[in-house]
T-cell receptor, first 114, second 113 residues
């Protein structure tokens, strides 16, 4: 089974802090994704990466950056956290060699910015 | 453009069938997925269907696709209390180069004993 692990289930930070959310997958997947989930809005794509050191903006990249130095790890960075970034953050990975490319998700990080 | 819509809430009694509906707008060949999210957890892939199929059945789950109306449904037979969760419909079109899923807002299924 694919395992996607997010480093924290719950995180509380202060406005203006630099915040790192970490995600690791163990299936050698090329694609990795960061989404945020808010009530009534479903999941919205922040950034994704299709290879080491490669990244592309998703639908809501403002206020975020990402890092992919190793294939198995994809980090989401909040450069200067703000209260409107309080949300559930979900990481996913997929295998680009499979046509249907199902995404496998971690358990999520619930981030609160005070 | 891509847009996926779902109703927000569905309540059923234990043992009844549940039908969760989804509409999408993309007209290209696409994969369509159903995910389940239990409280405090990530998303679990339930099943998927390619847009050249009409139906897919997997144990208690039946997916129906009306390609003309761009309507997708997930039927859960003999619904149990453990089926209470949020169900997300998602799609990924095959000819756009987009690698990420587009999700609906999710349908919260409440199963009453």
């Amino acid at each position: 089974d694919v395992k996607v692990t997010q480093s924290s289930r719950y995180l509380v930070k202060r406005t203006g802090e630099k915040v790192f959310l970490e995600c690791v997958q163990d299936m050698d997947h090329e694609n990795m994704f960061w989404y945020r989930q808010d009530p009534g809005l479903g999941l919205r794509l922040i950034y994704f990466s299709y290879d080491v050191k490669m990244k592309e903006k998703g639908d809501i990249p403002e206020g975020y950056s990402v890092s992919r130095e190793k294939k198995e790890r994809f980090s989401l960075i909040l450069e200067s956290a703000s209260t409107n970034q309080t949300s559930m953050y979900l990481c996913a990975s997929s295998d680009s060699g499979v046509s249907n490319q199902p995404q496998h998700f971690g358990d999520g990080t619930r981030l609160s910015i005070l | 453009g891509e847009d996926v819509e779902q109703s927000l809430f569905l309540s059923v009694r234990e043992g009844d069938s549940s039908v969760i509906n989804c509409t999408y707008t993309d007209s290209s060949s696409t994969y369509l997925y159903w995910y389940k999210q239990e409280p405090g957890a990530g998303l679990q892939l339930l099943t998927y269907i390619f847009s050249n199929m009409d139906m897919k059945q997997d144990q208690r789950l039946t997916v129906l696709l009306n390609k003309k109306d761009k309507h997708l449904s997930l039927r859960i037979a003999d619904t149990q209390t453990g089926d209470s969760a949020i169900y997300f419909c998602a799609e990924i079109p095959m000819d756009t180069g987009r690698r990420a899923l587009t999700f609906g807002s999710g349908t919260r299924l409440q199963v009453q004993p």
